[in-house]
């Protein structure tokens, strides 16, 4: 019998990464490699110690040796056609396995209405290196760029799974039929481009290319290889065959909610006469997260403190071009004061690299209060726990937008977070018998999703917070146990709007709207959903919540704690000062 997959591998040179590669592959498959799962290894002419160290894998594996070198896609070539698997995963030799990935890859790529099958890469430090692979508009025209490139290795949008036009080569997966039937990979591209040429071949042929983000893999990338996507020749070749490169604005908004077009800008730098407060956070993110800390510079906007900004992260795909992500784009541009405050809005997590004067935040999973700056918090409890640690902290409830109340009827609609698929299935089961219509939103467009809720309504991803307001409006009760909004902005955005919410128990939803729907996890949602349909969200619930994340209570709220903090500095520096002057006095 066939094995089900063919692992292969060109190496050229760089034993030690060919090594690790093939130990890591060697722990997390154990005796399913070189019998369910194939492993062919294909020496590039090597000039090192590969050929020799290769032959000890010849009863484990198909060795297949070159000479002269022919390059990444001659070398795929020669161990794709001595493969005898189903399903061929082309693996780069500078990469390191994780368990279940390659399983789970063949499986995908086995799909009739796929022909390739991608998954997320990281580096070593555990940032992004693969999101999936996109075309991008910029000044300068239409360029190509790995989505998420260099931003967390965790952040939700590339943790999910969804089509697109191309993944890279460094892992993807293809029907071995496919394969034959292309003819390989096109042997003119020299270390580049060859990958997403056969991408774009078998999307000519009807099939899916699928990004796998829920899957894996550390890669040092162009350790081995040093491919190139900008080589002049190569592309040339592309554009001969494919055309002059187009933009996936279009892809993007169905997937996203987002927009080819980066709003990232070059930062103004630092002058006297700069911002008194720079906000910093991912200003150009889709999640939750993203959306607070974009709602806290615009309010810092309309108080007049021409607020600059630094984005983390690459805004590849950006959120849709809005007027608040226009102000976005001009924030991150300004100059920024000698003394100016630098505020960063973080969910929760491990904080970026920076000196920070203030950190909002929704939880402290993953901190060590000792190492906190001081914290804005986004909940009173949240506020209370690190107060009772030592941390200097104060409440700052997420700021919302003017919202109109919605007149609802529409039963229940339920936020499907896309990174995670086992939520989503429990949350998806929990709904199946509820007494009203059930229509679900996802957070990222994904046929995971797509399969999972049958043949029910699905609504395509809202980024924009009040086009997520009308939405929201238009249901009687709205579910939300997404992680990925930790300062939870759907259900106090919902309740503003009419919609009952549901929501995760331990943060401000629960403080501003009551415990009575709270919920510890899809287990008891079924009774929550019932609760919520029985007794809708009161008028005084919504008056805590205006009262308490209103625009004007929330520019109040900031401007006490922007005060605080520029007060506590100046005296600090007086002092600094005052101390400097009696050492000159001194000596």
């Not at 939880?363 to 060590?368: A, F, I, Y």
Request: glycine letters at 10%.
């Amino acid at each position: 019998m066939a094995p089900i997959a063919s692992i292969v591998m060109p190496c050229y040179g760089h034993w030690q990464l060919t090594e690790r590669c093939l130990a890591s592959l060697d722990d997390v498959l154990g005796p399913t490699l070189g019998n369910e799962i194939e492993l062919v290894l294909v020496d590039n002419g090597s000039t090192d110690e590969t050929p020799e160290r290769l032959e000890a894998w010849r009863e484990r594996a198909t060795v297949v040796s070159l000479m002269p070198n022919r390059h990444f896609a001659g070398g795929c070539n020669a161990g794709g056609f001595a493969a005898t698997g189903d399903v061929l995963i082309f693996l780069n030799n500078d990469t390191v396995a994780r368990p279940g990935v390659f399983e789970a890859l063949a499986e995908e790529a086995s799909d009739p209405t796929v022909g390739v099958a991608g998954i997320r890469l990281l580096y070593p430090d555990g940032t992004i290196q693969h999101g999936g692979f996109g075309w991008i508009r910029s000044h300068s025209g239409v360029t190509t760029a790995h989505l998420f490139h260099h931003e967390a290795g965790d952040i939700p949008e590339a943790s999910a799974t969804y089509d697109l036009r191309a993944v890279t080569g460094a892992c993807f997966a293809t029907p071995r039929e496919l394969f034959v039937r292309l003819g390989g990979f096109d042997e003119r591209y020299h270390e580049g481009w060859e990958d997403v040429d056969y991408c774009l071949r078998a999307r000519e042929l009807g099939l899916r290319v699928v990004y796998r983000g829920d899957l894996a893999i550390l890669h040092d990338e162009g350790k081995t290889t040093g491919r190139d996507y900008r080589g002049d020749g190569n592309e040339r070749i592309f554009v001969a065959r494919h055309g002059e490169h187009r933009d996936d604005d279009d892809l993007f908004r169905a997937t996203f909610g987002g927009s080819a077009q980066s709003l990232l800008s070059a930062p103004g730098g630092t002058a006297a006469d700069g911002s008194p407060v720079r906000i910093v956070g991912r200003l150009l993110g889709f999640s939750g997260d993203a959306t607070e800390a974009r709602m806290v510079l615009n309010l810092a906007e309309a108080m007049q403190l021409v607020p600059a900004a630094r984005a983390l992260g690459t805004g590849i795909p950006s959120p849709l071009l809005t007027p608040e992500s226009e102000q976005v784009v001009a924030a991150q541009q300004r100059w920024t004061g000698h003394f100016a405050l630098e505020v960063l809005v973080h969910g929760r997590g491990p904080l970026p690299e920076g000196a920070f004067d203030a950190v909002h935040l929704a939880s402290r999973d993953g901190l060590d209060a000792a190492t906190l700056p001081t914290v804005w918090a986004g909940s009173r409890a949240l506020a209370e726990e690190l107060t009772a640690e030592g941390v200097e902290a104060e409440v700052l409830y997420p700021p919302l937008p003017e919202i109109e109340r919605g007149t609802g009827g529409g039963g229940i609609l339920a936020v499907l977070p896309a990174h995670d698929l086992e939520l989503c299935a429990r949350i998806v089961a929990a709904l199946d018998d509820a007494d009203a219509d059930v229509t679900f939103l996802q957070t990222v467009a994904s046929p995971h999703l797509a399969r999972l809720v049958g043949g029910l309504p699905l609504l395509p991803p809202c980024v924009d917070e009040l086009s997520f307001a009308a939405l929201a409006g238009g249901y009687d009760v709205l579910v939300s146990l997404d992680s990925a909004d930790p300062f939870e902005r759907r259900p106090l955005v919902a309740g503003l709007a009419g919609a009952t919410p549901v929501f995760a128990r331990g943060g401000a939803a629960e403080e501003l709207l009551g415990s009575g729907l709270a919920v510890t996890g899809p287990d008891d949602l079924r009774t929550a959903v019932a609760r919520a349909l029985a007794e809708p969200t009161e008028d005084d619930a919504r008056e805590a919540v205006l009262a308490a994340c209103g625009a004007p209570a929330a520019a109040q709220r900031l401007a006490e704690l922007f005060a605080r903090k520029i007060l506590r500095r100046a005296s600090r520096l007086v002092a600094e000062d005052a101390q400097a002057a009696a050492a000159r006095i001194a000596a």
